[in-house]
């Protein structure tokens, strides 16, 4: 099952309605023809939800398989949210909610689906699901601590065992086993006696289950690292630190960046790089492999804002983050950033400077962190951290760790090849964890337009 070119332009009339009122055009300069009912595509779109945590749950061994059926998925998470936005039919809008952040969650959009799900306070609405809406909408909004206990219905069993269970592999990574199992026994439940809409939040909730923990921290991270996962275990229990690995994190994982492996990586704007710096940094110190790492971003206030964020994900830690003014003069004493475990953030000037007036400091590094590397070829600022770059591959001890991080380097694999020797390049420029609009404005008409593209060679949605 996929969607035609008819869907497709269905699609497009519903996303330009959903557009129209979010700008707020007014009524009568909406002109858009809905003769052809958009409620026609809802069939298919729940069809292509079925079909793909169906496949989960089967645990295809085609990933080729599975990764069509995500691909036409994302038709139908953008149709369900689409017409959620087009207020076509409000009374539908907790139903919409949870198809649509249960199909942005599948296709590996975790902010498109945790926003979407949140759009709903407080309990879920009754839809007929005998309590298995609560736990789904619990489940996408990653609501961790609520307990269901005495349930009723037919489910409710299988509800309160699976929330008391997903609980508990939060709290300490144990439990797995009984939630896939617990999941395979709803799933067969509502398949013997449920209704439709029953079984197919019985065969979302399973999925979602499946995908949860593979996501988890406390599953990727050992596996990942190559460390044991005692290791891990004080940053885990921390409130403050992720539960689930995004997509972006499960490529720096499956690259080896996090076995201490040199990378250029590829990461997109709010593709999770802040958090995926972060498990860098702790796996090389868990590892004991680093005790001085550096992070070098090319602007004061970039330098601030990651200081002040690792600041935050390492309070009550051994690990001591410090950033250093960006004026040329000697404001550090070097004794001060050793014999612990130190990040230090600094602009490429400073830390040019720095090395210049201690070049001892070079020795005791053993990771380096090029945050906005793609600076490195931008105008005079773009020499200094080209010339900081070449000195450090001479100076710093040869099996130091060097991740250069960008969102639009062009030539990554040369870059790699030269600052690493090696074009270990971890591609994650096409990964977006919320869904964007591009839209090509003109005044061509008399009123203007916004034509927007989805998937630009086949479909154009068109605005106001």
């Excluded at 209704?195 to 979602?208: E, K």
């Excluded at 090395?355 to 990771?367: D, F, K, S």
Aim: proline letters at 4%; glycine letters at 8%; hydrophobic letters at 40%.
């Amino acid at each position: 099952m996929r969607p035609d070119r008819r869907s497709k332009r269905l699609l497009g009339v519903t996303r330009s309605k959903a557009k129209m009122i979010e700008y707020h055009v007014p009524e009568e300069y909406q002109d858009i023809d809905l003769s052809t009912n958009p409620d026609r595509l809802f069939t298919i779109s729940i069809g292509l939800l079925g079909d793909l945590a169906a496949a989960i749950n089967r645990e295809e061994p085609d990933s080729g398989s599975l990764s069509e059926l995500r691909t036409n998925l994302l038709f139908s998470a953008r149709f369900f949210d689409s017409y959620l936005q087009s207020k076509l039919n409000e009374t539908l809008d907790p139903y919409l909610v949870l198809l649509g952040s249960a199909s942005y969650y599948l296709c590996d959009l975790p902010g498109s689906a945790s926003v979407l799900a949140k759009r709903i306070n407080g309990d879920c609405p009754d839809l007929d699901g005998d309590g298995l809406e609560d736990l789904l909408l619990r489940l996408l909004q990653a609501d961790l601590g609520t307990y269901f206990d005495g349930v009723e219905g037919p489910f409710g069993g299988f509800i309160d065992g699976i929330s008391r269970w997903i609980l508990q592999f939060f709290e300490d990574g144990n439990g797995e086993e009984n939630l896939l199992d617990l999941a395979t026994k709803l799933r067969d439940a509502v398949y013997e006696f449920g209704t439709p809409r029953q079984l197919l939040f019985g065969d979302v909730i399973a999925a979602i289950l499946r995908k949860k923990l593979e996501n988890s921290a406390w599953k990727a991270l050992p596996l990942y690292s190559g460390l044991p996962r005692d290791k891990w275990l004080h940053a885990l229990q921390k409130d403050s630190f992720i539960k689930e690995l995004w997509p972006a994190q499960h490529l720096l994982g499956k690259a080896d960046v996090l076995k201490g492996k040199f990378a250029i990586v590829q990461m997109p704007t709010s593709a999770g790089k802040t958090k995926a710096t972060e498990l860098i940094l702790r796996s090389a110190f868990l590892a004991d492999r680093v005790a001085l790492a550096i992070i070098i971003a090319p602007f004061r206030a970039l330098c601030h804002e990651i200081k002040n964020s690792l600041v935050e994900a390492f309070h009550n830690e051994p690990t001591k983050v410090d950033e250093l003014s960006d004026a040329l003069q000697t404001d550090f004493e070097i004794a001060e950033l050793l014999g612990h475990q130190q990040v230090l953030v600094v602009t490429p000037e400073k830390l040019l400077y720095v090395l210049r007036h201690a070049p001892e400091l070079a020795a005791h590094v053993g990771l380096l962190v090029f945050d906005e590397g793609h600076q490195f070829d931008s105008g005079t600022r773009g020499i200094t951290y080209e010339l900081l770059l070449t000195s450090l591959r001479s100076i710093i001890p040869e099996g130091a760790q060097k991740v250069l991080i960008s969102a639009v380097i062009s030539n990554a694999e040369a870059v790699g090849e030269w600052l690493n020797d090696e074009p270990n390049v971890v591609e994650g420029t096409t990964l977006i964890p919320t869904f964007r609009s591009v839209g090509f404005a003109s005044w061509l008409d008399q009123l203007g337009r916004i034509e927007y593209c989805f998937n630009c060679s086949e479909l154009t949605d068109r605005g106001v």
